[in-house]
């Protein structure tokens, strides 16, 4: 139990689009939500924690006009990266809240390259 | 901002030695956790130390904390080349886990 699927696995764009990312939560409500990003052979970084209707708390320093995060459900947050730049190419991975004995559950990531 | 420091960065060794990797965070916690992350994949749990634990065993897996250094390690042992990923710490404070830096293990067969 306690999956969180995340889609795409692997999106190419071209500057100055938009690209949304969605985690779902499949088998149970995910009340809240995280979303990190990861550079090459780094950690990662918090950028911002959803909460079901509500807005979202964004990390120092991650504009959050850049990285529109949408909870709207109790199984679904999106994070759509506008005006996308090279600079954004990255890989970006959710997280939620869970009732597993660890906490946290993952999504599978996503592989953003922008052209 | 990470929670704190890793070492080794990167770690290699032979398949069968025991692969030992140290975590060192700043802010309190209730527990820690140990992430495996495949190249470009998806992050597995591993492991979880509470706060007033101080040591854990999983199969081959073997978990310290020391509060008092505000300091974890993970220990790996008999290792096999599917070993070969990065590891992180995670330290859960009240509401969110921060990662540490990770350290890349590559076990040669």
């Known amino acids: 139990g306690a999956v969180v699927s995340q889609h795409p696995s692997r999106v190419i764009c071209k500057s100055g689009t938009s690209v949304k990312i969605e985690c779902r939560s499949l088998?149970?409500?995910?009340?809240?939500m995280f979303w990190y990003r990861q550079f090459p052979k780094q950690s990662l970084m918090l950028m911002a924690t959803?909460?079901?209707?509500?807005?979202?708390?964004?990390e120092q320093g991650v504009e959050k006009d850049k990285f529109l995060i949408n909870h709207a459900s109790l199984t679904l947050s999106t994070l759509t990266v506008t005006s996308a730049h090279p600079e954004d190419s990255s890989f970006y991975i959710c997280?939620?809240?869970?009732?597993?004995?660890?906490?946290?559950?993952f999504g599978s990531g996503t592989r953003l390259t922008v052209v | 901002s990470q929670q704190g420091e890793e070492d080794p960065q990167a770690l290699s060794i032979q398949e069968g030695e025991n692969a030992t990797m140290n975590c060192s965070y700043k802010?309190?916690?209730?527990?820690l956790q140990w992430y495996r992350q495949n190249s470009g994949r998806g992050l597995v749990h591993l492991i979880l130390?509470?706060?007033?634990?101080r040591e854990k065993h999983s199969g081959r897996l073997r978990v310290t904390l020391d509060t008092s250094k505000k300091s974890s390690s993970l220990l790996i042992t008999a290792s096999r080349a599917a070993d070969t990923a990065s590891y992180f710490c995670?330290?859960?404070?009240?509401?969110?886990?921060?990662f540490g830096k990770g350290t890349k293990l590559s076990v040669i067969p």
């Open positions: 997280s939620a809240m869970t009732g597993t004995p660890h906490g946290y559950t």
């Open positions: 088998d149970f409500q995910a009340t809240t």
């Open positions: 959803s909460n079901e209707g509500s807005k979202a708390t964004y």
């Open positions: 802010t309190s916690i209730n527990n």
């Open positions: 130390i509470r706060s007033n634990e």
């Open positions: 995670a330290g859960a404070g009240s509401y969110q886990l921060t």
